[in-house]
């Protein structure tokens, strides 16, 4: 690991609470959802969820209430959130319940990567950076032969996850830009990751056998036939 805290700094020293944390984040997925694969487990313990989330944050529920975390008045309480099932958003300003994005929560991840079915080698579009965890997650399992390309259409969101992926110390290719239209000179694709549905600009940008994984609130599947995408719910 290269990071030791949720800050900047880099180092070799785990903190003493981190790894017990992380088992149990792992553990809380299986009480959502079947156990994640081996190799899901694998890279979400390379890829520590706290590299990813805000100092001030927003704990979602499932009613649309979000409560604020604080990492500097209550550490403890930041830390738990962070390492819970639960998603956590980048409020828009400090003391606002509207946010830029959402760092899903750890069993939806499971899901959409469980789905996508991602291995080494293949190239990948994601369609929407955020926080950047999942796209560094892509970037573990895709391994250093693989490419995974980012497109986010927000600026700043896009300017805080190039930071946390170099912080992370992965690579992936970044684009700012309308994210509808994916990112075709960087393909054609093996995966696409998407916040929805896809529409036809992302699936002309694959080959033929390519996997797209996306959805609103229920995660869907479909694969890429010569003719058609074929899909079915998670």
């Known amino acids: ?19 017990w944390r992380m088992e149990a984040m792992i553990a809380g997925i299986a009480e959502r959802r079947p156990p994640a694969p081996g190799v899901i487990e694998q890279a979400l313990r390379k890829v520590p969820r706290h590299w990813f989330v805000p100092s001030l944050g927003l704990v979602l529920d499932d009613d649309g209430g979000a409560v604020p975390i604080d990492r500097d008045a209550d550490p403890p309480g ?21 946010y830029t994005c959402v760092n899903p929560s750890p069993s939806a991840v499971a899901d959409l990567l469980e789905l996508l079915d991602l291995h080494h080698g293949h190239r990948v579009l994601e369609v929407g950076t955020g926080s ?34 170099a912080a992370a110390g992965v690579r992936p290719y970044l684009v700012v830009g309308d994210s509808a239209q994916g990112c075709p ?3 054609p694709y093996e995966r696409v990751l998407a916040p929805r549905t896809a529409p036809e600009p ?7 056998g ?11 599947r479909r694969v890429v036939t010569a003719g058609h995408m074929d899909g079915h719910l998670r």
Not at 10 to 19: E, F, I, K, Q
Not at 202 to 208: E, F, H, K, L, S
Not at 210 to 220: C, E, S, T
């Open 210 to 220: 390519a996997v797209i994984v996306g959805g609103d609130g229920q995660a869907v």
């Open 132 to 165: 950047g965890w999942l796209t560094a997650l892509l970037c573990r399992l895709a391994g250093e032969s693989g490419r995974v390309t980012s497109v986010e259409g927000d600026p700043a969101v896009a300017e805080v996850a190039r930071r946390n992926l």
């Open 78 to 98: 930041w830390w738990d959130a962070v390492y819970s099932g639960r998603p956590i958003a980048t409020p828009l300003d400090s003391g606002s319940t509207s």
């Open 1 to 19: 690991m290269s990071r030791h805290d949720g800050g900047t700094g880099r180092g070799s020293t785990m903190l003493p609470h981190l790894a």
């Open 185 to 187: 000179e960087r393909g």
């Open 202 to 208: 992302w699936a002309a940008q694959t080959t033929p």
